[in-house]
């Protein structure tokens, strides 16, 4: 316990100690917030050292690996998982992807006045993560291809009862699809100059629409679904976290945290997580001073020995930095699982890899929640006016087309508190997620604490670039 207590020491005060130059940078005169942002670094890194300790003390046996179910009430898993609802749930999604489409296109060109951008980068990829969260796979319910797809499978059974099966999905594919899907997302929101433009996101929204249909003609619906469709397995990983699981038919209950460990890791995983945690990472990075002010040689450069325009060379910049940052991401998360591997020779660095990448899915988690909660609370009211002029053009369909946004209802001091709160949480479930699996994995107890060492490092340095990169955000 000795050990356990120095070497967790050594890794926080390492690490705390080299955020707080960065904290420094115009930061610590804030009058907003009542501590020092070093102070909330040191906070958090310590409650990461104490809740490691404790599972080293009182987790001394897995428990997540082979999870129990309950089956909710038999009435209400009918109901929930019948055909009609089912159906009604693709019905909307469907209907949801044709407003997008349709007022993207016929709308306004106000990003702030179109339904199509808000629900896009609000909505569906901001919204849908605390619902997986809290109620399970429910995109899985709504998911407007997923529901052509099996239409579009029915009938065609009808019309030609005899045709060709799917081809099987290439097991060296796995979940590269869905991480390469995830960066195109992410190039959209973050690097695209044009990228929240009505008409670009409507264009963008039938583009993937058109190859992930064309995949789903390909491997069939469930199997696209479950790998390669980039927003079913991004949201699909966040329900795991949920209570709610759906087994043959019927909807129960199980452990909290118990779906993330039975997760079918495949051929690019660690990409796939990589990216999640990367290209939020590197949202908060270029919005952040330190960045803004180290692009402007490279921008001059670019415009002036390889003749780019200035927004030509912007997007080489922001496509670069977010492809780094993924791989930055990436590549921290081997280096701590290289370093578990010196506790036991007999696994690889690749097989350990693929053993605990299921860890990182708190921890983007944890960045996504932290890094948008303010946009998600206050934009997303905007949905008040927008579902009566979802085109902008003065109609008032409900009678809230003159709702507007309050942007007072929470101060600056309490997001903080949520923002680290966040952070904290998911990484401190990410350590309770790794020290499970590490008692599967190595051979006694001993030998899970002692590989976990290097995972706290990996840890506690998400954590601090997770803080670091809220307050560069704040202040950029």
């Known amino acids: 316990m000795r050990r356990v ?117 609000v909505g569906f990829w901001l919204g849908l993560v605390p619902a997986s969260l809290l109620l399970g796979d429910v995109f ?54 044009s990228g929240d433009q009505p008409r670009t996101v409507a264009t963008a929204t039938l583009v993937y629409s058109a190859v992930t249909l064309v995949a789903m003609t390909l491997y069939g619906v469930e199997q696209w679904t479950s790998r390669g469709e980039a ?69 001059t450069w670019l415009r002036d020995s390889l003749g780019l325009g200035a927004p030509d060379a912007l997007t080489v910049i922001f496509a670069v930095g977010m492809v780094a940052a993924t791989v930055v991401a990436g590549a921290f998360y081997v280096l701590g699982v290289a370093g578990a591997r010196s506790v036991d020779r007999g696994h690889s660095t690749r097989e350990l890899a693929r053993s605990f990448v299921h860890t990182l899915v708190p921890i983007a988690l944890a960045y996504v929640g932290a890094h948008y909660v303010s946009l998600l609370l206050l934009q997303g009211q905007a949905f008040g006016y927008l579902a009566s002029d979802p085109l902008g053009n003065g109609s008032n369909i409900f009678g809230t087309a003159d709702w507007t946004i309050d942007y007072a209802f929470i101060g600056a001091e309490a997001f903080w508190y949520v923002q680290v709160g966040l952070v904290v949480v998911g990484h401190v479930i990410a350590l309770v997620l790794a020290h499970d699996r590490a008692l599967v994995v190595f051979d006694g107890a001993k030998a899970a604490v002692r590989s976990q060492y290097w995972l706290l490092g990996v840890m506690v340095g998400y954590t601090t670039l997770a803080l670091w990169l809220l307050a560069q955000a704040r202040e950029g």
């Open 231 to 299: 927003f079913s397995v991004y949201f699909g990983l966040f329900a795991r976290l949920s209570v709610f699981e759906r087994r043959d038919g019927r909807l129960g209950l199980r452990p909290p945290l118990a779906g993330l460990p039975s997760w079918p890791v495949e051929s690019g995983a660690v990409a796939l997580l990589a990216a999640m945690v990367g290209i939020v990472s590197f949202d908060g990075l270029s919005a952040g001073k330190p960045f803004n002010d180290s692009v402007g040689p490279i921008n």
């Open 140 to 193: 899985r319910a709504f998911n407007p291809w997923r529901a052509i797809g099996r239409a579009s499978g029915w009938l065609f059974s009808r019309i030609s009862p005899s045709g060709p099966e799917p081809l099987v999905y290439p097991k060296r594919l796995g979940y590269w699809p869905a991480a390469v899907g995830l960066l195109a997302f992410g190039w959209l929101e973050l690097v695209s100059t």
């Open 5 to 121: 207590l120095f070497t967790g020491a050594a890794t926080a005060t390492a690490f705390a100690l080299t955020a707080a130059p960065a904290s420094a940078h115009g930061l610590v005169g804030r009058t907003d917030l009542p501590i020092p942002d070093w102070l909330f670094t040191w906070g958090a890194t310590a409650v990461l050292v104490v809740s490691f300790v404790a599972l080293a003390a009182l987790w001394p046996s897995p428990k997540l690996q082979n999870h129990g179910w309950g089956p909710l009430p038999a009435g209400l898993s009918r109901v929930l998982t019948s055909r009609a609802v089912d159906v009604l749930c693709g019905a909307t999604g469907v209907a949801l992807l044709v407003l997008v489409v349709y007022a993207g296109y016929a709308g306004t060109n106000s990003i702030t006045a179109n339904f199509a951008p808000t629900f896009v980068y």
